[in-house]
C-alpha cells in the first residue's frame, strides 16, 4: 500500500532513504535546507523542497501532520536534529523517526518524542562485525537485547537432514523461523519439522546471541 513519507535531511543517508522508499512506490517528501542537496534529488523522488526544519512555521507549511512518518535524518549538527525533531512531534505526525549519532543523541531524541532512532554507523558496524567474525553468516538484524535473526548458510553437517533431526531448539536453544529457497527462489515462514535442509537454502534463525555465536561454530 502506498505511503507518504517526508526525509528532512537529504545528506548520504537522508537521500538513500528517500529514493529507495519512492522506488517501492511510496511518496516521498524531501526537505533540506541545502539547495544542492535538493536540487540533486528533485528528480529522484516525488517532491523535493527547500526548508529550515528548526524554523516551525516553515514545516507547518508543509503540512507534514498528513505523513504516515517523517523521518529526521540531520545528524551533525545535534542541536538541528533536536530542534527538527521536536518540531515535527508538535504537528502531530503519526510516526516520527530520528537519526542519532550517538547514545545520548538518541536519548533525547526518545525524550523529545521520537517513537524511533535508527543508529546507521552503529548499525552498519555491527553488521560489518558479524560478518567478518563469521563468514557463513551472510546477514544480521539485532532483535532485543540479548537476542538477534542471523540468516545462516547451512553448514555440511546440516545437509540433507530435517529440522527434527537437527534439533537445533534443544541443541542449541535457537528456532528456525523461515527458510529463503534459493532453487527455485521461494520463501517458507515457520518451516514445519519435516523440512529437509539442502546447500541452497538459507536459514533464518532466532536465538539468544551465545546460542547463535555457538550454532556459527558448527563444524563444516
Known amino acids: 500500500m502506498k505511503k507518504q513519507f517526508a526525509i528532512i535531511g537529504l545528506g548520504n543517508f537522508g537521500f538513500y532513504l528517500a529514493t529507495a522508499l519512492f522506488q517501492k512506490g511510496h511518496e516521498i517528501l524531501g526537505i533540506d ?4 542537496q535538493v536540487q540533486e534529488i528533485r528528480d529522484q523522488i516525488s517532491r ?3 526548508a529550515d526544519a528548526t524554523d516551525p512555521q516553515a514545516l507547518k507549511e508543509l503540512e507534514l501532520g498528513k505523513m504516515d512518518a517523517v523521518v529526521v535524518c540531520i545528524g551533525s549538527i545535534l542541536n538541528n536534529s533536536i530542534l527538527a ?4 512531534k508538535d504537528l502531530g505526525v503519526k510516526r516520527v523517526v530520528a537519526k542519532a549519532v550517538s547514545d545520548p543523541h538518541g536519548r ?4 523529545i518524542g521520537a517513537d524511533e532512532i535508527y543508529f546507521p554507523e552503529k548499525d552498519l558496524a555491527l553488521t560489518a562485525a558479524q560478518r567478518l567474525d563469521n563468514p557463513n553468516v551472510l546477514d544480521y538484524l539485532p532483535f532485543i537485547e540479548g537476542y538477534s535473526i542471523v540468516q545462516l548458510a547451512p553448514p555440511n553437517s546440516f545437509i540433507g537432514k ?3 533431526e537437527l534439533d537445533l531448539i534443544n541443541r542449541f536453544g535457537v528456532q528456525v523461523i523461515a527458510i ?3 532453487v527455485p527462489e521461494n520463501v517458507i515462514m515457520i518451516p514445519t519439522g519435516r523440512f529437509v535442509v539442502k546447500h541452497s537454502d538459507i536459514l533464518v534463525i532466532l536465538g ?3 546460542a547463535l555465536a555457538e550454532l556459527q561454530e558448527e563444524p563444516e
Open 85 to 88: 525533531t521536536l518540531n515535527v
Open 208 to 210: 539468544p546471541d551465545a
Open 48 to 50: 523535493a523542497v527547500i
Open 162 to 164: 530435517n529440522l527434527i
Open 33 to 36: 535546507i541545502n539547495a544542492k
Open 180 to 182: 529463503k529457497e534459493l
Open 108 to 111: 533525547i531524541l526518545r525524550k
